[in-house]
């Protein structure tokens, strides 16, 4: 199991269409092979800043659901809403 730490920095102003996008993308990875589950994090006192956290059975399916053609379409809503590219670190539990 791995788990995918993704950080955003959303555009003053443009939270709660963040928010509606976010939770689209989120729906589409419910249905990807491998995908376990995830949440979404606002940081306190940062309302520009989210924090996604999704678990993934293996690396195979998280590289499988990242190229795929259901996360293009859902990131073409979220993306024009950053204010910088997103940041993706990978995680696998430890010994």
């Known amino acids: 199991m791995i788990k995918i ?3 955003r920095r ?23 092979r491998g995908f376990i589950g ?6 306190l006192g940062h309302s520009d800043r989210r ?9 195979r399916a998280w590289k499988e659901w990242y190229g795929s ?3 293009a379409r859902a990131m073409q809503r979220v993306l ?8 993706i670190r990978i995680y696998e539990p430890g010994v």
Do not use: C, N
């Open 69 to 71: 053609e259901a996360r």
């Open 5 to 7: 730490i993704i950080e």
């Open 38 to 43: 995830g949440e979404s994090l606002v940081e």
């Open 80 to 87: 024009p809403l950053l204010t910088e590219e997103e940041r």
């Open 51 to 59: 924090l996604m956290i999704t678990k993934w059975r293996d690396m």
């Open 10 to 32: 959303i555009m003053p102003g443009l939270e709660e269409e963040y928010e509606q996008a976010a939770r689209e993308a989120m729906r589409q990875s419910l249905g990807a």
